[in-house]
C-alpha cells in the first residue's frame, strides 16, 4: 500500500462549480459527487441496507450547510460526510497560512479576519478551573509554556466537552477562546476538533486520554512527568546498538521520497544486525509510503512464506488522471525512483487506460512472499508501533504477525489498511484538501480504523524502548 500524496489543479470540468456561486453547499455537493464516483469504500460504506439511511444523511448535511456562514463551520460540515465512510485515508484539511507572530502588520491583519474574528468565547467561571485526577478528562492542561486550556463539559448535539484558552504565549490567541471541541463516543474514545495555532480546524477520530495525556499533545498540568512514552520526537533514520545483545531501528518513514535515506540505513545497519540476537524496530509516527522502503525489514523478520492479501483498483477518469500525475514525478525523480519503478508505474497506467471505466482492476492476487534464505540473527524482533503507524507501516504489521519470531508491542496502529493509493485534489470553493482512496484490500479491511492490534501492549508511563527490550529479554 503506498501513501502518495499529490495536489493536483482542479480539471477545467469541474471549474463550473466555482464559476457559479461558491459557498458551502456548491462544496459539499462537489466532494459528495467526486466521492460517489471515485471512491474506493463508496460500495463497502453505502449498500442496498442503508440506501436510505444514506440519502437521509446527504439531506440533512446539505440543509446544515446553507445555514454556513465561516469557512470553519464549512469544514465541519464536510468532515461529517468524509468521516461517514469507514475509511482513513479518506480525508479533508483546512489550508492555512503562517502568520510571523514578530510582525505587527501580520499580527494585526489576523486580528481583524473572518477566520479569528469569528471563533467562540467562553465566559470561564471559578468552578471551571478545577484540577481532575489523570484519569478524568475534566482538567487543566497545557502544551510545554505555549498554551493552558481547561477542559469542561459543555454539550451541544456535536460536542460534549470544550477545551477553553486560560493562558496564551500566543499573540493571536486570547483567553476564553474555544481551542478544542470534544465528542465522547466510547469508553475512552473521542473525536475531537482541534484549533491550529493558526485557527484552522483540524479532526481526530481517535482521540485519547493516557495517563494524564490528551489527544497525544495535551498535558495535565498535575502531572509531574510530561513526556508522552508513546510517540517519538526523533525523525532521524537512525540505527544504534542499545545494549551488547540488542540492535535498534528508528525508521520514521517509508516515503518513495526517503528510498535514498532508507537504503543507506539499511547499508550502514546490515552487517551488524546480522550478528546480533535480537532486533527492535521502532515505527512510532511512522505514517507509511511504499512498500518497496518495507521490505528491506523482510530478511530479520522473515521465518516461513507470508501471504499478501488480494487488492483491486478502481479505474475511473479522475483515477486515471491522478495516476498520470504519478508517473510524471516519478519519472522526474530518478534519486528516489528507479528506473524499474518508473517502468512499474508506467505499465500501471497503461492497464489502467485499457480498463472500462468505473471498474475495477487486479492489482494484487494475494500471492506469497518467499524467501530462500533465513539468517540465523536476529533471533527475535520487537517492532514498536503506535497510532501514527498507517499504510505502508501496518503492511510491515501484516508481515511481521506472520513470523514467529516477531512480536508486535505498543497500542494499535492506526488502520490505514483496507483501503490505499490515495490522490489529493483541491475543492473548489474553499481551497480544502480533499483525498479520495482508489484502491481495496479483501482480507485487511476488517482491520480499517480500528488498526492491528500488538501482541503485547505497553504502558504509558515509562520508556517504551526499555519495555520493548524487557519483552524480548523474556522470549
Known sequence: MRLLFLIITLLFARLDIAQAACGCEQELVFVMDYYEKNLASFSDNVTSDNQAEYEDFKRDLLQESKKVQYTADCFRVLTYYVEFFKDNHASIY???????????????????????????????????????????????YQIQDVYKIAVIPNKTPFRDYIGVILESSSKIWKKGQVKLEIKEVGDNHYHAFSYLRNHSLDFSGRYKLKNGILGDTWVK?????ARNYATSDD?????????????????????????????????????????????????????????????????????????????????TEDNLNLWRSWMEAWEADSVNYSRDQVEWIRNEVKRMEKAKPNTWISRSKGG???????????????????????????????????????????????????????????????????????????????????GVAPDFELSYDSDWIGQAINHLDMR
Open 94 to 140: 483546512m489550508r492555512s497560512e503562517n502568520i510571523d507572530e514578530n510582525s505587527e502588520e501580520e499580527v494585526s491583519r489576523f486580528l481583524s479576519s473572518e477566520l479569528y474574528k469569528s471563533r467562540e468565547i467562553y465566559d470561564l467561571k471559578e468552578e471551571d478551573l478545577r484540577h481532575y485526577p489523570l484519569d478524568d478528562i475534566r482538567g487543566i
Open 221 to 225: 498540568s498535575s502531572k509531574s512527568d
Open 235 to 315: 525523525r532521524s533514520f537512525r540505527f544504534k546498538m542499545v545494549n551488547d545483545s540488542t540492535a535498534y531501528l528508528r525508521i520514521p518513514s517509508f516515503s518513495g521520497h526517503f528510498s535514498a535515506k532508507v537504503d543507506s540505513l539499511f547499508e550502514e545497519a546490515d552487517a551488524k544486525i546480522r550478528e546480533t540476537p535480537y532486533l527492535i524496530v521502532d515505527v512510532r509516527d511512522n505514517g507509511g509510503g511504499s512498500d518497496r522502503n518495507v521490505s528491506p525489514l523482510l530478511p530479520y523478520i522473515y521465518t516461513n512464506p507470508i501471504k499478501g492479501d488480494e487488492v483491486n483498483l478502481l479505474v
Open 368 to 450: 506469497k512472499i518467499k524467501r530462500k534464505d533465513s539468517p540465523e540473527y536476529p533471533k527475535a524482533v520487537a517492532i514498536i508501533q503506535n497510532q501514527y503507524c498507517a499504510s505502508s507501516c501496518e503492511t510491515l504489521l501484516f508481515w511481521a504477525k506472520q513470523s514467529s519470531k516477531t512480536i508486535l508491542v505498543g497500542e494499535n496502529s492506526g488502520g490505514y489498511v483496507g483501503y490505499g493509493e490515495n490522490g489529493g485534489l483541491s475543492t473548489p470553493c474553499y481551497n480544502f484538501t480533499l483525498t479520495c482512496t482508489m484502491t481495496r484490500y479483501e482480507e485487511q479491511r476488517k482491520y480499517e480504523a480500528d
